[in-house]
C-alpha cells in the first residue's frame, strides 16, 4: 500500500537547514495497522504529512497504492487527498459552524455528491460511530471523544485506501482513548489500512506493528505478532 | 446549485463576519445614493431660483449718446417711442412676450377717499404680467380693450391696497392718480414681493394721454425663447443694430440705448451648477473609493481568520480552485445584498426626505440618477470581488500543513 525509498525532507529556517528525514524506508502493506513512534521532534508528524500529502518531500520516492507520489499540482493533489487519504488530528480540525453530519459530508461535496445523498452517506457514518442522536450538534456541543469520532466518521466517508492519524488520543482522556482505539479496529478490521502516530505505548501496543524514528530514519523494525487477533479473541 | 447552498451555509453560520462586510457596503452605498441625492436637491434649487430671477429677459432702456455720430455731438438724449415698440414686435419672431413701459414725470399722489400714499405707477401692456410673474389675487389684469378704448382702469399691488383700502375691498372703487380718477380692476402679488407690491399699473395708452406722454416710452422690456447662450447674445446685437439705425446713433455706443440681457445671471448660475456638480463627483468618487478600501480590508481579514479552515477543507480534497471559488462568490454575494440594501435605503430615504420637507429656494426634489447608483454598486461588488482574489488566491495556494498549523 506505502512505499517509501530514502525519502529526505529538511526545513529551512533562516539560513540553516534542518534536516529531519534522513531516507526514510519504509513498507506498510495493505490492511495493516501501524503505530509510528519516536521522541519529540523526531519527525513523526513530519514523515505522516508526506504520507498525507499535506506537505512534499526533498528526495526520493513515495508510492501510495502503486502511484507515484512526486511533484503533483495542487489539483492532483487535492484529488488524491480526497480519495485515497482519510485524516484524523490531536486537534480534530472540525469546521465550528457546521454540526457533526455536515463536517462528515464535507469531504463528499468536493467529490461532486448531492447535499441529499451525502447527508445520507454521513447518516450512516456517524451511526457507525455512535453518534446518531448528535448529528446536529455543534462541534463546541460536542465532547473531545465525540469531536474526534465525528472526524473519524469524516475520515471513513470516502472509503480511502489510508487511514492517517497524529496522535488521534493526545487530547483525550484514557477511557475516551479506548473508545477511540476501539472505533480504529474494528475499522481495521474491515480491511482498512491505519497508520498512528502516537507517543503511548500503550495506544502503540494496540496495533499490529511499532514503527519507530530515530534520528531521521526508522530504527530496526519490531514486528509484534498480531498481538491484536489475540486480544480481541 | 450546491455550490450555492454551500455558500449559503458559510454566510448563514458567520453572522458577525457576514455582518460586518455587508454592513460596510451597504453604507458606501447608502452614503453615495444620500450625498448624490442631496447633490441634485441643490441643484434643483439653485435651478428654480434661476428660473424664478431671470428668465431669458432683456431691458432696453433709452440713454444719451456717449460718441459723436454722423457729426452730432456726445450727451444727445435717445428716447424710446411706441413706434419701437411696434417695430420690434413685428420684426422679432423670437419674442415671446413684451410690453412698454411710461412712468408719469414729476411727482405722483395716488389716494382713495382721504388715505394716500407714495407709490410707483407704471403703465404698460397686457404682457407685462407675463414678464414679471405677478399673481393676479383678484379680478384681470391690463388687457387689450383697456388699450384700444383709453380705459381709465388701475391694477394695485397688495401693498397698496393694505396701505389705502385697509379692510374695504377695492375692486370696483376709484383711486385717483395725480387727480385723474381710475377704476381698480385688479389685485396682484408679485412673485419678488416688497417694492414690486407697491406698483399701480395703468394701461399705457391711457396713461401717455392722460399724462402728457407723446408717444415716448422709457422701457421696453420682452423674453424670448432662445434656448442658447449664443442665440441670446445675437438677439442682443441685433436689437442693438436695429435700433441705432432707427434712433441714429454709432451701434457700439452701449450708453446711448442700454440693452441688457440675464446674460451675467446665467454666467453666476453655470458657474454654481458646475461647482455643486464637482462637489458631487468629488464626494461621489471619495465615498467609493473608502468603500473599496473598506472591502479589500475586510477581505483580507477574513480570509486570513479563515487559513485554518481553508487548511481543513484542502486536506479533504479541497482544490485551490475550490477555495478561491468559495470565498469570491461569498464576497460578490454578500457585497451584492448589502450593496442592494444600501440602494433601497438610500433611496427610500430621499423619497421621503424629499416629500416631507418643504421646498425652499435652496433645496428641492433630492433624487437620484438609478443608473449612476446602480453602477456604483456594481463597481464595489467587483472591486471586492478583486480585492478578494489577491488574498483568496494567495491563501488558496499555502501548503495545507502551513495552513492547518494556524491558530
Ligand atoms: N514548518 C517547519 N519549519 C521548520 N521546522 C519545522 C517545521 N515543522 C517541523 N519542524 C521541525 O522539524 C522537526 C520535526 O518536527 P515534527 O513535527 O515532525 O516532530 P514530531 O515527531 O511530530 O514531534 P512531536 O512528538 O512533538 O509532535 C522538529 O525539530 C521541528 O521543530
Ligand atoms: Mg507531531
Request: glycine share 8%; aromatic share 8%; hydrophobic share 40%.
Given at each position: 500500500m506505502i512505499k517509501l525509498n530514502a525519502i529526505n525532507k529538511s526545513y529551512s529556517i533562516g539560513k540553516n537547514s534542518l534536516h529531519v528525514l534522513k531516507g526514510v524506508n519504509l513498507d506498510i502493506k495493505d490492511g495493516e495497522f501501524v503505530s509510528i513512534m519516536g521522541s519529540s521532534g523526531s519527525g513523526k508528524s513530519t514523515l505522516l504529512n508526506i504520507l498525507g500529502i499535506l506537505d512534499?518531500?526533498?528526495?526520493?520516492?513515495?508510492?501510495?497504492?502503486?502511484t507515484l507520489i512526486k511533484n503533483l499540482n495542487q489539483s492532483k493533489a487535492a484529488e488524491y487527498r480526497n480519495r485515497f487519504i482519510g485524516f484524523v488530528f490531536q486537534s480534530f480540525n472540525l469546521l465550528s459552524f457546521k454540526n457533526a453530519v455536515e463536517n462528515v459530508a464535507l469531504p463528499?461535496?468536493?467529490?461532486?455528491?448531492?447535499?441529499?445523498?451525502?447527508?445520507?452517506?454521513?447518516?450512516?457514518?456517524?451511526?457507525?460511530?455512535?453518534?446518531?442522536?448528535?448529528?446536529?450538534?455543534?462541534?463546541?456541543?460536542?465532547?473531545?471523544?465525540?469531536?474526534?469520532?465525528?472526524?473519524?466518521?469524516?475520515?471513513?466517508?470516502?472509503?480511502?485506501?489510508?487511514?492517517?492519524?497524529?496522535?488521534?488520543?493526545?487530547?483525550?482522556?484514557?477511557?475516551?482513548?479506548?473508545?477511540?482505539?476501539?472505533?480504529?479496529?474494528?475499522?481495521?478490521?474491515?480491511?482498512?489500512?491505519?497508520?498512528?502516530?502516537?507517543?503511548?505505548?500503550?495506544?502503540?501496543?494496540?496495533?499490529?506493528?511499532?514503527?519507530?524514528?530515530?534520528?531521521?530514519?526508522?530504527?530496526?523494525?519490531?514486528?509484534?505478532?498480531?498481538?491484536?487477533?489475540?486480544?480481541?479473541? | 446549485m450546491d455550490k450555492w447552498q454551500e455558500i449559503f451555509d458559510t454566510i448563514s453560520k458567520?453572522?458577525?463576519?457576514?455582518?460586518?462586510?455587508?454592513?460596510?457596503?451597504?453604507?458606501?452605498?447608502?452614503?453615495?445614493?444620500?450625498?448624490?441625492?442631496s447633490g441634485t436637491g441643490l441643484q434643483n434649487g439653485a435651478e428654480n431660483q434661476f428660473r424664478i430671477a431671470a428668465v431669458n429677459s432683456i431691458f432696453i432702456t433709452g440713454g444719451a449718446t456717449s460718441m459723436p455720430y454722423n457729426g452730432m455731438p456726445v450727451g444727445r438724449r435717445i428716447e424710446l417711442e411706441n413706434e419701437d415698440y411696434a417695430l420690434l414686435r413685428a420684426s422679432y419672431p423670437q419674442i415671446e412676450w413684451m410690453s412698454s413701459r411710461f412712468f408719469i414725470r414729476g411727482s405722483i399722489n395716488i389716494s382713495y377717499k382721504n388715505k394716500f400714499g407714495d407709490f410707483e405707477v407704471r403703465s404698460v401692456h397686457p404682457e407685462h404680467y407675463l414678464i414679471e410673474n405677478a399673481i393676479i389675487h383678484e379680478?384681470?389684469?391690463?388687457?387689450?380693450?383697456?388699450?384700444?378704448?383709453?380705459?381709465?382702469?388701475?391694477?394695485?399691488?397688495?401693498?397698496?391696497?393694505?396701505?389705502?383700502?385697509?379692510?374695504?375691498?377695492?375692486?370696483?372703487?376709484?383711486?385717483?392718480?395725480?387727480?385723474?380718477?381710475?377704476?381698480?380692476?385688479?389685485?396682484?402679488?408679485?412673485?419678488?414681493?416688497?417694492?414690486?407690491?407697491?406698483?399701480?399699473?395703468?394701461?399705457?395708452?391711457?396713461?401717455?394721454?392722460?399724462?402728457?406722454?407723446?408717444?415716448?416710452?422709457?422701457?421696453?422690456?420682452?423674453?424670448?425663447?432662445?434656448?442658447?447662450?449664443?442665440?441670446?447674445?445675437?438677439?442682443?446685437?441685433?436689437?442693438?443694430?436695429?435700433?441705432?439705425?432707427?434712433?441714429?446713433?454709432?451701434?457700439?455706443?452701449?450708453?446711448?440705448?442700454?440693452?441688457?440681457?440675464?446674460?451675467?445671471?446665467?454666467?453666476?448660475?453655470?458657474?454654481?451648477?458646475?461647482?455643486?456638480?464637482?462637489?458631487?463627483?468629488?464626494?461621489?468618487?471619495?465615498?467609493?473609493?473608502?468603500?473599496?478600501?473598506?472591502?479589500?480590508?475586510?477581505?483580507?481579514i477574513v480570509v486570513k481568520e479563515r487559513t485554518k479552515e481553508i487548511g481543513i477543507r484542502k486536506a479533504l480534497g479541497a482544490t485551490p480552485y475550490n477555495i478561491v471559488g468559495l470565498i469570491m462568490l461569498e464576497s460578490i454575494f454578500i457585497t451584492s445584498i448589502a450593496g442592494y440594501i444600501g440602494l433601497v435605503l438610500g433611496v427610500g430615504l430621499l423619497?421621503?426626505?424629499?416629500?416631507?420637507?418643504?421646498?425652499?429656494?435652496?433645496?428641492?426634489?433630492?433624487?437620484?440618477?438609478?443608473?449612476?447608483?446602480?453602477?456604483?454598486?456594481?463597481?464595489?461588488?467587483?472591486?471586492?470581488?478583486?480585492?478578494?482574489?489577491?488574498?483568496?488566491?494567495?491563501?488558496?495556494?499555502?501548503?495545507?500543513?502551513?495552513?492547518?498549523?494556524?491558530?
Amino acid at each position: 500500500m506505502i512505499k517509501l525509498n530514502a525519502i529526505n525532507k529538511s526545513y529551512s529556517i533562516g539560513k540553516n537547514s534542518l534536516h529531519v528525514l534522513k531516507g526514510v524506508n519504509l513498507d506498510i502493506k495493505d490492511g495493516e495497522f501501524v503505530s509510528i513512534m519516536g521522541s519529540s521532534g523526531s519527525g513523526k508528524s513530519t514523515l505522516l504529512n508526506i504520507l498525507g500529502i499535506l506537505d512534499e518531500y526533498d528526495s526520493g520516492e513515495y508510492y501510495l497504492g502503486g502511484t507515484l507520489i512526486k511533484n503533483l499540482n495542487q489539483s492532483k493533489a487535492a484529488e488524491y487527498r480526497n480519495r485515497f487519504i482519510g485524516f484524523v488530528f490531536q486537534s480534530f480540525n472540525l469546521l465550528s459552524f457546521k454540526n457533526a453530519v455536515e463536517n462528515v459530508a464535507l469531504p463528499l461535496y468536493y467529490q461532486g455528491i448531492k447535499r441529499k445523498e451525502r447527508n445520507r452517506i454521513a447518516m450512516e457514518y456517524l451511526d457507525r460511530v455512535g453518534l446518531t442522536d448528535w448529528a446536529h450538534h455543534m462541534p463546541s456541543e460536542l465532547s473531545g471523544g465525540q469531536k474526534q469520532r465525528v472526524a473519524i466518521a469524516r475520515a471513513l466517508i470516502t472509503n480511502p485506501k489510508i487511514i492517517l492519524a497524529d496522535e488521534p488520543t493526545g487530547a483525550l482522556d484514557s477511557v475516551t482513548s479506548q473508545e477511540v482505539m476501539q472505533l480504529f479496529k474494528q475499522v481495521h478490521a474491515k480491511g482498512m489500512t491505519l497508520i498512528v502516530v502516537t507517543h503511548e505505548n500503550e495506544i502503540a501496543n494496540m496495533t499490529e506493528r511499532i514503527i519507530r524514528i530515530k534520528d531521521g530514519v526508522i530504527d530496526t523494525p519490531s514486528e509484534k505478532t498480531n498481538m491484536l487477533t489475540g486480544t480481541e479473541a | 446549485m450546491d455550490k450555492w447552498q454551500e455558500i449559503f451555509d458559510t454566510i448563514s453560520k458567520n453572522k458577525l463576519r457576514t455582518f460586518l462586510t455587508g454592513f460596510s457596503v451597504a453604507w458606501g452605498i447608502f452614503m453615495l445614493i444620500i450625498l448624490l441625492g442631496s447633490g441634485t436637491g441643490l441643484q434643483n434649487g439653485a435651478e428654480n431660483q434661476f428660473r424664478i430671477a431671470a428668465v431669458n429677459s432683456i431691458f432696453i432702456t433709452g440713454g444719451a449718446t456717449s460718441m459723436p455720430y454722423n457729426g452730432m455731438p456726445v450727451g444727445r438724449r435717445i428716447e424710446l417711442e411706441n413706434e419701437d415698440y411696434a417695430l420690434l414686435r413685428a420684426s422679432y419672431p423670437q419674442i415671446e412676450w413684451m410690453s412698454s413701459r411710461f412712468f408719469i414725470r414729476g411727482s405722483i399722489n395716488i389716494s382713495y377717499k382721504n388715505k394716500f400714499g407714495d407709490f410707483e405707477v407704471r403703465s404698460v401692456h397686457p404682457e407685462h404680467y407675463l414678464i414679471e410673474n405677478a399673481i393676479i389675487h383678484e379680478g384681470r389684469f391690463i388687457n387689450q380693450t383697456d388699450l384700444e378704448e383709453y380705459k381709465k382702469v388701475a391694477v394695485i399691488g397688495t401693498a397698496v391696497q393694505e396701505s389705502i383700502f385697509g379692510d374695504e375691498d377695492p375692486m370696483g372703487k376709484y383711486i385717483k392718480v395725480n387727480g385723474i380718477a381710475f377704476l381698480v380692476v385688479g389685485i396682484f402679488e408679485d412673485e419678488e414681493g416688497g417694492y414690486e407690491n407697491r406698483m399701480v399699473y395703468l394701461p399705457i395708452t391711457t396713461a401717455q394721454r392722460a399724462f402728457n406722454g407723446k408717444g415716448k416710452i422709457r422701457q421696453i422690456l420682452l423674453t424670448h425663447n432662445s434656448s442658447s447662450v449664443e442665440q441670446s447674445v445675437m438677439l442682443t446685437a441685433n436689437l442693438r443694430n436695429y435700433l441705432a439705425r432707427r434712433h441714429n446713433y454709432d451701434p457700439s455706443d452701449l450708453r446711448a440705448i442700454r440693452i441688457s440681457n440675464n446674460l451675467e445671471d446665467y454666467k453666476r448660475f453655470s458657474d454654481l451648477m458646475g461647482n455643486i456638480r464637482l462637489f458631487i463627483w468629488i464626494i461621489g468618487i471619495g465615498t467609493i473609493i473608502a468603500g473599496i478600501v473598506g472591502v479589500s480590508n475586510i477581505m483580507m481579514i477574513v480570509v486570513k481568520e479563515r487559513t485554518k479552515e481553508i487548511g481543513i477543507r484542502k486536506a479533504l480534497g479541497a482544490t485551490p480552485y475550490n477555495i478561491v471559488g468559495l470565498i469570491m462568490l461569498e464576497s460578490i454575494f454578500i457585497t451584492s445584498i448589502a450593496g442592494y440594501i444600501g440602494l433601497v435605503l438610500g433611496v427610500g430615504l430621499l423619497e421621503l426626505v424629499g416629500g416631507a420637507i418643504p421646498r425652499t429656494e435652496f433645496f428641492e426634489n433630492p433624487e437620484v440618477n438609478l443608473a449612476v447608483a446602480i453602477s456604483a454598486t456594481m463597481l464595489l461588488v467587483t472591486a471586492g470581488a478583486i480585492a478578494g482574489l489577491f488574498p483568496a488566491s494567495k491563501a488558496a495556494s499555502i501548503p495545507p500543513v502551513v495552513a492547518l498549523r494556524d491558530e
